[in-house]
């Protein structure tokens, strides 16, 4: 049986609580106005992408897997929303041009980089990236063989 707190619109696994984490819920409301739309948009955004589900594993604000591996993880840094994803190793440098874009602690030598942001601007810049880290795990779906007639 997995650990941790699964969530999902609509799913809940077995033995779990209908709501979220307190920890969860009070440290998002610490978090400035910007930041709680910034974790809004990022969650709607995340679930939205078939098979997402977002997993509480080191508490916070969660990480978002598929098929059981993260493609993008979520933190808070003092006043300032992050969200961690591991960019096509082409593109890294491109997205570590950006300002609000670094290695990411812990994770980056395997090329994950960081974002902190502070606008919705920036999300907006980063999305395909996330898109991309969830794409590379997702499941393919092969076409179904079409029934035999006898």
Same mark, same amino acid.
């Given at each position: ?19 979220? %984490?307190?920890?969860? /819920? ?8 910007? #930041? =709680? ?10 679930? #939205? ?15 978002? @897997?598929?098929?059981? @591996?993260?493609? #993008? ?13 591991? %960019? %096509? ?5 491109? #997205? ?5 874009? =670094? ?5 980056? /030598? ?32 092969? %076409? @179904? ?6």
């Amino acid at each position: 049986m997995r650990c941790g707190l699964y969530y999902r619109p609509g799913y809940i696994e077995p033995l779990t609580q209908r709501t979220k %984490p307190r920890y969860f /819920r009070e440290d998002v409301k610490k978090l400035p106005a910007v #930041a =709680r739309r910034l974790h809004t948009r990022v969650r709607e955004r995340c679930l #939205a992408l078939e098979g997402a589900v977002e997993e509480f594993p080191w508490g916070g604000t969660g990480v978002y @897997k598929v098929r059981g @591996k993260i493609f #993008a993880g979520t933190g808070m840094d003092g006043s300032t929303y992050s969200v961690g994803f591991k %960019p %096509p190793a082409e593109e890294r440098e491109d #997205a570590l041009a950006l300002p609000f874009v =670094r290695v990411a602690d812990y994770v980056g /030598r395997y090329g994950w980089v960081q974002a902190s942001l502070t606008k919705l601007g920036e999300l907006e810049l980063i999305w395909p990236w996330i898109e991309q880290s969830y794409r590379r795990l997702a499941p393919t779906t092969k %076409p @179904k063989r079409a029934a035999r007639s006898r």
